[in-house]
């Protein structure tokens, strides 16, 4: 998994974990934990530190992105109200592009990719077969 933003930068093999209603990533490198990120309804949590998601969205991501916008790239949805989706199978692709945003999302069976260039953050979540 990779996360670049402005304030966060990781790089590493780890575990993406589903519950009902939360979704965890642990990062490794060299067998140490260098990322545990929980994400929450309402809260984000990096490292034990929890924030209400528009707060940490502000803080590491941007204050332009929705509340959930985490939590649906984690779980491969589509964000701001599936604008600009073209769906391809069982995959999507989301292109946005304002004055606030510059975004290409793609989501298919083994990957997660999401770039915004106006606000500097990569994520990309590749199933290791």
Not at 12 to 27: A, E, W, Y
Not at 101 to 111: E, G, T
């Amino acid at each position: 998994m990779t996360l670049k933003t402005k304030s966060i930068r990781f790089s590493d093999s780890g575990f993406l974990k589903k519950s009902n209603q939360n979704t965890f990533i642990q990062l490794f490198n060299a067998g140490t934990l260098v990322l545990d990120l929980e994400v929450k309804k309402d809260y984000v949590c990096l490292n034990k530190i929890c924030l209400k998601n528009a707060r940490f969205n502000k803080k590491f991501l941007s204050k332009y992105y929705d509340d959930d916008f985490l939590k649906n790239i984690l779980n491969k949805k589509p964000i701001f109200n599936a604008q600009n989706i073209k769906y391809h199978d069982n995959n999507f692709t989301q292109n946005i592009k304002n004055r606030f945003l510059d975004i290409i999302y793609v989501s298919n069976d083994n990957i997660i990719k999401f770039k915004d260039k106006k606000n500097s953050i990569f994520i990309k979540i590749k199933a290791l077969n």
